[in-house]
């Protein structure tokens, strides 16, 4: 009996510690990213304009609705076409009258929400003009920039290039694939310089929100 049951503790103790592992790395990403956040918050304040502030979240829940988030049918349709037109309007008129939004203007979290928007504009030249401006802008510390490697994937997959930080992915087949990235095997330390989860825990997110499995294929960008 100990003959057969010997191997079966030793594999137990080997997916036990695999998992300990990764509980270790899980925990240095999080706090990572956990400090990332209360020193951005700590520097720039929770946000001066509330009544923009409040805006931009409640733009945010349109853009979200519109694409079926937290219903388990996760979906683009002629819907989510026309939200992303009249958002992208008010995002303009925004930006026009107080530039970009930044965390010292309307708080971390409606800041992000501006950038998640910007990513689903159809407007792809005007938010090619605004990259280098939000690029100087995360540079000095006044916007996140995990939030804005998004944008510059999106816009990177717009011009059917390689993606940059593994932010963009497709549904094939019932299943999310994600679109081919620059040099693969650097990816994840790319990732861990804007403050963006390991690639593998980002799947996992995804799985959970959108409710699909993920492929193991990488598609091209068109």
Sequence with gaps: M????????????????ARAQQAAGDAVWMNDMAARRAELIKRNGPGTDAAL????????????????????????????????V??????????????????????????????AMLTHTPDHAWR?????RLEKLAGEGKIDGSALATVVDKELVSEGKPQRYGTQFKVVDGKMAMIAVEDPAGLDARRAMVFLMPIKAYEEMLEQTYHLKLSDAVVGAR
């Design 2 to 17: 100990l003959r057969v049951w010997a191997p079966l503790v030793l594999c137990l103790g080997m997916v036990s510690g």
């Design 53 to 84: 502030r409040d805006k931009l979240v409640a733009m945010y829940a349109g853009d979200q609705e519109a694409r079926g988030v937290g219903t388990g049918q996760p979906a683009y349709t002629a819907k989510t076409a026309v939200v992303d």
């Design 86 to 115: 009249q958002l992208t309007a008010e995002l303009k008129a925004i930006v026009a009258r107080h530039g970009w939004p930044t965390i010292a203007m309307v708080g971390f979290d409606a800041s992000n929400d501006a950038m």
């Design 128 to 132: 090619l003009t605004l990259v280098p």
